[in-house]
């Protein structure tokens, strides 16, 4: 089982930038593709972005491109996820997965972290 462990969120400004780290550990971190979710109260969990294992191919929502850009580094067991031109509707808790496939289907993941909170305000 792969541990996952989310930092950097906070509050911030409509405008402001940001960047979550999430720190895995277990098994081998570059047999996996990663992810981020995200979660805003009363909603459901939504996809943000993913990176596949080679950290070349990656996916994002339609509203997060341009502006959300994942990355991942192997020999740090990393992924991030830098947000830039943060709007309120970006508010959530945010969770960074891991598993086998590269994909936005959150059931696909199997190792899922804690989650940070971030708050955007207008």
């Known amino acids: 089982q792969t541990q996952l462990v989310e930092s950097g969120g906070g509050l911030v400004q409509a405008g402001d930038s940001l960047r979550l780290s999430c720190v895995a550990s277990?098994?081998?971190?570059?047999?996996?593709?990663l992810a981020w979710f995200r979660q805003a109260p009363g909603k459901e969990r939504e996809f943000v972005a993913a990176v596949k294992r080679n950290g070349i191919n990656t996916l994002y929502r339609n509203s997060v491109k341009g502006r959300f850009t994942i990355s991942k580094d192997d020999t740090q067991n990393t992924v991030s996820l830098q947000m830039e031109s943060l709007v309120p509707e970006d508010t959530a808790v945010y969770y960074c997965?891991?598993?086998?496939?590269?994909?936005?289907?959150?059931?696909?993941?199997?190792?899922w972290g804690q989650g940070t909170q971030v708050t955007v305000s207008s």
């Open positions: 277990g098994r081998a971190f570059n047999s996996f593709s």
């Open positions: 997965a891991a598993g086998t496939a590269f994909t936005a289907d959150p059931g696909s993941y199997n190792s």
